[in-house]
């Protein structure tokens, strides 16, 4: 009876394998994305006249049964495989990054040319977010293979900061904040990977002088229509203009800051316990409401004690990630669980800051929740690759442990 008891308990079910309370809380945030996004996808309906409330919704449903699949079937390969092909991998969405540097396409009224459609499919999606990964994969490969073999300062230059500059310069022309978030990563992960301080002092600064020279040279000639630079520096103007000015009646900054006037405006009215679920009154006014600042519209529709639950289940989650990355033996695994789980912390950071006015908008959804496919499934197959991870664990303890026990029978054998 014991025994029967035992083979039906949620830690032994074959289809969730890796840490069962990471896969809970996705489970609970994946479920949890629905109701959020279906009140706020009216803002495409009636504002932007696109599509049906329903069909958004399936369509969310769709992406987020479609994630948790991914993320099993990645369970199915060896993580070491993933690492191995990363180089590859990293070839191919640079090119895919050239592609649409000159033949991307602007999606629902975006001003980023940042998507690339499949030819003969109505499918899109963007490159850079694949990119990103898969350089953080490649990083954490190199570093781990460093360490089995010292690096000439050449090869570090080539191999290190090559690749990372590449994929920055690529996708800063579109997605300035994505950009930015990459170099802080991987300045992140070189430092977690033990990478000598003097190549990441000098990295830091090189990417200081290139940026600065790059922004320079867009802003010094032609090259600044159809690119993003005037819109990152219109953001940052009108962030710090209006946290100078904010008790000066400006029409014009008002105009400028909408979206995080309406965000903030959402949050207040939200108070303890919320509107209820569909009752938002500003999500129809909000810009990207089901998407940037969908946060803003939880907190209204679910109150502090709603926004409380999900940054609670956020919270198990990160910390869920650290202690797989502090138990996993391997050092790839180890450092691939923690990069990964920086790059989720990072983009949720930001997602909240955004709505919550503490920095300017930069257009990064928050995990698991907000309405699109792209940054949905791509988060989906990180979280993938932890518990890919995380169901190596016990595997690595137990050929350690007969490891162990071989060299220890050995010396007795040489004793006797």
């Not at 991307?104 to 990119?131: C, D, M, N, V, Y």
């Not at 400006?250 to 316990?273: F, R």
Request: glycine letters at 8%; charged letters at 15%.
């Amino acid at each position: 009876m014991t025994q029967e008891l035992k083979k039906n308990t949620p830690e032994n079910f074959e289809f969730l394998k890796g840490d069962k309370v990471l896969w809970m809380c996705i489970i609970v945030i994946s479920v949890f994305s629905v109701f959020p996004v279906y009140s706020a996808s009216s803002n495409l309906v009636y504002i932007v006249n696109n599509g049906t409330t329903t069909g958004h919704v399936i369509k969310h449903m769709i992406f987020v049964i479609l994630g948790l699949g991914i993320m099993r079937a990645v369970e199915a390969i060896k993580y070491e495989y993933i690492g191995k092909l990363s180089s590859i991998m990293l070839s191919i969405t640079i090119v895919l990054l050239v592609i649409t540097l000159f033949s991307g396409q602007t999606i629902e009224g975006a001003s980023a040319s940042r998507w690339l459609k499949i030819p003969g499919t109505p499918i899109s999606f963007q490159p850079s977010t694949f990119a990103y990964l898969t350089l953080i994969i490649y990083l954490c490969r190199y570093l781990t293979k460093k360490i089995q073999r010292e690096r000439l300062p050449i090869e570090n230059i080539i191999y290190i900061f090559g690749p990372i500059l590449i994929v920055f310069f690529l996708v800063a022309k579109d997605n300035g904040s994505t950009a930015l978030m990459l170099i802080m990563v991987s300045i992140c992960i070189l430092i977690v990977g033990q990478l000598n301080w003097k190549y990441i002092v000098g990295f830091i600064s090189t990417a200081f002088v290139a940026s600065g020279l790059f922004v320079f040279m867009i802003l010094g000639t032609n090259l600044k229509t159809g690119n993003r630079v005037h819109t990152w520096l219109s953001r940052i103007e009108t962030f710090t203009s209006t946290k100078i000015t904010r008790h000066v009646e400006d029409e014009s900054l008002k105009t400028k800051n909408y979206q995080t006037s309406q965000a903030k405006a959402a949050i207040v009215n939200g108070g303890i316990t919320g509107k209820g679920p569909g009752k938002s009154a500003l999500k129809q006014m909000l810009p990207q409401s089901a998407s940037d600042f969908i946060f803003a519209i939880i907190v209204e529709e679910y109150g502090l004690v709603g926004a409380f639950f999900l940054l609670l289940m956020y919270f198990i989650m990160v910390i869920r990630i650290v202690i797989i990355a502090s138990k996993m033996p391997a050092f790839f695994g180890s450092l691939l669980v923690l990069a990964i789980g920086i790059m989720i912390f990072v983009q949720l950071s930001v997602n909240i800051a955004v709505a919550t006015n503490l920095i300017p908008v930069t257009g990064q959804p928050l995990p698991l929740i907000s309405y699109g496919g792209t940054s949905m499934l791509v988060t989906y197959l990180q979280l993938g690759i932890i518990l890919n991870v995380s169901s190596r664990i016990q595997t690595y303890n137990e050929e350690g442990l007969r490891k162990k026990q071989n060299v220890n029978t050995e010396e007795v054998n040489d004793i006797a």
